[in-house]
């Protein structure tokens, strides 16, 4: 079983309380409020993103990279794969 099934509710309850640190971002926006509660809005999710992504990675390193039952060719290309996430992510 997936890392990202078995951590499911876990999961979905961070990106619900991502999805409404958002809703709240524009409605402070809409309403034109200060510039720095706007800021401090933005650094929330941007931690609260972070912190889902860090969640995720280590459930598939650890389930994908720390299994012993692959070929170390495998193992290669997944670090490969991961990599490339990284690099996408940390832009």
């Not at 809005?41 to 720390?66: D, F, S, W």
């Not at 012993?68 to 990284?86: A, F, G, N, P």
Request: charged share 35%; aromatic share 2%; net charge neutral.
């Amino acid at each position: 079983m997936a890392h990202t099934i078995a951590d499911k509710k876990k999961l979905l309850a961070r990106v619900r309380r991502i999805k409404g640190q958002s809703e709240a971002l524009e409605n402070s926006l809409e309403a034109e409020t200060e510039c720095m509660a706007v800021l401090q809005q933005i650094a929330a999710i941007k931690g609260a993103v972070n912190g889902l992504m860090k969640e995720v990675l280590e459930g598939h390193l650890r389930e994908h990279l720390g299994a012993e039952e692959i070929t170390s060719e495998q193992r290669k290309d997944e670090i490969e794969r991961v990599i490339l996430i990284l690099k996408s992510y940390l832009k």
